[in-house]
C-alpha cells in the first residue's frame, strides 16, 4: 500500500471518532515514528509503498489509536517546547498549554542566570527540561510522588542530555519537599475535581493516570492549597510562584493565594481564551 493511500484510508477510519483535521494529524503523527521520518520526508513519500512488516506494525498501532488510546502511548513519545519526550501510562501526556506556560516563565526571566527552578508534580519532566535547557546556567529540580512517573523523567533528562535532578517528594506531606529556596516555583497539580469527570475525554480517563489528573474529596484546590502554604516561605526575595490552573476555579486561586501572603498576584489566559494560569510574586 503507498503512504498516501495509507494516510487517506486511515484518516477516514478515524474520522468519527476524532473529526477530520485532527484524524489526519493523528495518521501523520504515527507514520513519522513508524517510518522514521518528519513532516517534509513524509510528503515526499507518499507514491512509495509500505512493505509488508511496517505495513501491520502501523496498522496494530492504528488500531489501537482507533479503540481510543492516545497516539502517544502508542508510539511511547511526545513532542513538547522541541523537546522529544518519552512518555508512558505513568505520565501525563504534555499538553500544548503547558508549553504557553514555560513560555511565560522564560519571557519573565529573560536575561537572568543562575536561577533555582522546581517544578513540582513534574510528572515526565516535561516542564523542568525546558526550563533548564532555556534558562541559563541555571539550577532545576523536578519532585513527583510517583516513582513510575520520575523513572520517565530521569530517562528523558539522560536522553537529552538536559540537568535536571529528580527526586521523590509529596506535595500534600510539604516537609517531603526540598528544603531550600527558590527563584520560581512552578506546578501543574491535580485540578480536576471528581464531580467533573463524566467532562473529561474518554481516552483520556480511561488512559491517563488519575492521580495526575482527578482530585479526590471536596477540595478542588487541594494541592494548590498545599504548594502555596509552602512555597511562601520557600521562595527567594522577588521570587515567583506559577501554576497552571482550572479555568472554573481561577477566581479562588486567586483569593487563596493573596489570603496566603502573595502579592501582585495575577491570572492568564490560554490561546484558547480560557484562564489557564496563575502567577503569584514575593
Known sequence: MKIS???SDWTERLTPRYGNREAGAIVREALMFYLNTDRVGLAMKGSESVETLTLNRIEKGLSRIDAGEPVQYVTGEAWFHGLRLKVTPDVLIPRPETSQLVDMIEDD???EKDLRVLDLCTGSGAIAL???RDLPFSSVTGVDISKEALSVAVYNGKNLNVSVEFVE???LNPETLPAEKWDIIVSNPPYIPENEIGEIERNVLE???RNALIVKGDDPILFYRSIARWAVSHLNDHGSLYFEINP???ESLRNMLTD????NVELYKDFDGLTRFIRARM
Open 130 to 132: 525546558a526550563l533548564s
Open 207 to 209: 488512559y491517563e493516570p
Open 248 to 250: 472554573h476555579f481561577a
Open 169 to 171: 517528594g509529596d506535595v
Open 5 to 7: 493511500s495509507l494516510i
Open 109 to 111: 526571566f529573560k536575561g
Open 260 to 263: 496566603t501572603g502573595f502579592g
